[in-house]
């Protein structure tokens, strides 16, 4: 029996020491700061929320105003934002390089930026329609030019650079030199190279040696001609 209450005396719990009273109270302490600070918060989203459906109902009322921009604001602040502005049917977008200057925009659906406004608004700078147009125009205009230019480059035609009889006539003479480049006249229908060209399978060394006899030939019937009229 002494054991048997001695083993029930061992398993109740001991009376708390002044050491775990005080850790118990501060326990109780942090975890009421703990729910004021979320009350706090809580109350703080909803009345910033509150504010801002009724700047957006004012921006969508006003008629003069397409855009809304708004001051550099907290990561929570522009989350809910962003919820407001996409309950009322707005567009809505973040711009800022970092977070302590990020802020908030918002558009009328009806005038929804464009993407270069987009992107000036992302680089940091003013969206200013007229210089805008300029560029545009600019640009089209430079596309147009470059079009035309490759269009006539296309139509150029492609010929040789060298005349044949300037380039072998140190070689065959003048005369043979125009014996071989007649037929280098242009055809209408390969261009600058004739059709016989393209049939003639000679090499230019055996069309030479042609050349260069045609050549001695032509001089021994000058030579003979000379001859019998003297």
């Not at 464009?114 to 545009?136: F, I, N, T, V």
């Not at 003048?174 to 071989?180: E, G, V, Y």
């Amino acid at each position: 029996m002494a054991d048997l209450l001695g083993s029930i005396l061992n398993s109740m719990e001991k009376p708390p020491t002044v050491g775990d009273q005080e850790s118990r109270r501060k326990a109780r302490e942090q975890a009421a700061r703990l729910k004021k600070m979320e009350e706090d918060e809580k109350r703080k989203k909803a009345e910033f929320r509150k504010k801002m459906e009724k700047e957006v109902s004012q921006f969508i009322q006003d008629s003069t105003r397409q855009k809304q921009k708004y001051n550099p604001m907290g990561k929570i602040e522009r989350s809910i934002l962003h919820d407001v502005a996409e309950v009322a049917g707005l567009t809505s977008f973040s711009f800022g390089e970092d977070e302590e200057s990020r802020y908030v925009m918002l558009f009328k659906k009806e005038f929804a930026p464009s993407d270069e406004e987009l992107e000036a608004y992302r680089k940091g700078e003013e969206w200013d329609p007229k210089l805008a147009e300029q560029r545009r125009r600019l640009k089209e205009q430079a596309a147009l030019e470059a079009a035309a230019a490759s269009s006539q480059t296309e139509k150029t035609p492609v010929c040789p650079n060298s005349n044949y009889r300037d380039k072998y006539s140190h070689l065959i003479g003048t005369s043979a030199a125009k014996d071989a480049a007649h037929t280098l006249e242009a055809n209408s229908a390969y261009g600058c190279v004739p059709v016989a060209n393209k049939r003639d399978t000679r090499s230019i060394e055996e069309a030479m040696n042609e050349i260069r006899a045609k050549k001695r030939q032509k001089k021994e019937d000058d030579t003979g001609a000379h001859a019998s009229s003297s």
